[in-house]
C-alpha cells in the first residue's frame, strides 16, 4: 500500500484539558517530518502554536488526506459524521475511555503512526445511516448517524405506540419505551446496552433494537444495509423525541414520518495493520480469554 499522505489535519476536542498536550505533541513531530499540517480552529487556541495553519472541519475533510481525531468514540463519531462527505481517511488517538473507534493509544502514538504513514495500515469503509422527517408543515431536513438513531419519551411514565414499515410492508407494531435503529458500528453501543446483538462492521445491516417493550415477544431484528425503514407514531398525543449518535435533534410530533436508510456516504477508518476486531471486542467487553480442552 502506497503512502498517499502529504496534508494531515488534527482535530478533536477531548474533556481533560491535559490531552490537549497531544495534540502540540503530534503537530511538532509531523511537521518536522515535513508533513503539510492543519489545526481544527476550535482547538487552536488551547494548544498555543504559532504559525499553525487553522482551518474549520470541513475545510479540513476537502483539503486533507488523513485527519487525526485525538479524543474518545464521541470526539470520533462527531468527526466521521462530518468527514464522510469527503474522501479523506481517518484514524482515531484514544484519549476517551472506551476506544471502540479510537485504535492508537498514547503511549504508542509515534511508534503506530510512523507505520501508518509508510503505508501500513488496514482500510475499513463503514456505514453511516441517513435519517429524514416528514409531515405537518415541517421542511424535510436530512441528519446523518454513525452509531445508531433513537426515538424515546423522555417522560418515564409516557410509553410510546408506534408502527414500522421496512421496505414499503408493514413490519411491526410496538409499545415501548422507544426504538434504537442501528449501524453495525453502533451494535457496541447503545444498542448492546438495550439487549441488542454484535454486528461485525463488514455486514452491511441495520439493527432495530426495542427499549423496555411492553410485551416478551418484542426481539431485536437485523434487516439488510439497503432496507428503508419508515416509523410512525400512532396512538398517542404528544411529541417524542430524535437523536443521532446522543445528540438531540428534533421532536417528532404526531402524524410525522420518520424514514432511516442507509446513506451514500461512508467514512473511511483505518488501523493499525495489527489490528483484530475481535480482540478489541474481548479487550473493550472484558471477554475471558481463557481456553477449555
Keep these: 500500500m502506497k503512502n498517499n499522505f502529504k496534508k494531515i489535519g488534527i482535530i478533536g476536542h477531548p474533556r481533560n484539558i491535559n490531552s490537549f498536550e497531544t495534540h502540540k ?5 509531523l511537521t518536522k517530518r515535513k508533513y503539510d499540517v492543519y489545526i481544527e480552529c476550535s482547538i487552536f487556541k488551547k494548544i498555543n502554536l504559532l504559525n499553525a495553519k487553522i482551518k474549520k472541519i470541513e475545510e479540513i475533510g ?25 474522501d479523506v481517511k481517518i484514524i482515531g488517538i484514544n484519549k476517551g475511555k472506551f476506544g471502540f473507534l479510537t485504535d492508537i493509544t498514547p503511549d504508542t502514538l509515534f511508534f503506530q503512526l510512523e507505520n501508518i504513514l509508510t503505508g501500513e495500515y488496514k482500510l475499513e469503509k463503514r456505514i453511516l445511516l441517513e435519517i429524514r422527517v416528514t409531515g405537518g408543515k415541517r421542511k424535510s431536513k436530512i441528519f446523518k448517524a454513525v452509531n445508531e438513531v433513537v426515538l424515546y419519551s423522555k417522560k418515564m411514565d409516557n410509553m410510546i405506540n408506534f408502527k414500522v414499515y421496512i421496505d414499503d410492508h408493514f413490519a411491526f407494531s410496538q409499545y415501548s419505551d422507544g426504538l434504537i435503529i ?7 453501543g447503545y444498542a448492546l446496552s438495550a439487549g441488542g446483538p454484535i454486528i461485525t462492521p463488514s455486514v452491511e445491516s441495520i439493527v432495530l433494537v426495542p427499549i423496555l417493550p411492553h410485551s416478551l415477544s418484542a426481539r431485536p431484528l437485523v434487516v439488510s444495509g439497503n432496507s428503508f425503514i419508515c416509523f410512525v ?3 398517542i398525543n404528544y411529541f417524542i423525541h430524535l437523536t443521532c449518535d446522543g445528540k438531540n435533534v428534533l421532536k417528532v410530533r404526531p402524524g410525522e414520518k420518520v424514514f432511516v436508510r442507509k446513506s451514500i456516504d461512508t467514512f473511511n477508518l483505518i488501523h493499525p495493520k495489527e489490528y483484530n476486531y475481535f480482540h478489541v471486542l474481548k479487550s473493550k467487553l472484558n471477554w475471558s480469554k481463557k481456553f477449555f480442552n
Excluded at 486533507?64 to 485525538?70: A, R, T
Excluded at 442501528?182 to 457496541?188: E, L
Design 62 to 86: 476537502k483539503i486533507c488526506d488523513l485527519v487525526i481525531v485525538i479524543g474518545g468514540d464521541g470526539n470520533m463519531l462527531c468527526a466521521s459524521r462530518i468527514l464522510s462527505s469527503y
Design 182 to 188: 442501528s449501524t453495525p458500528t453502533g451494535s457496541t
Design 233 to 235: 407514531l400512532t396512538g
Design 25 to 29: 505533541l503530534l503537530y511538532q513531530w
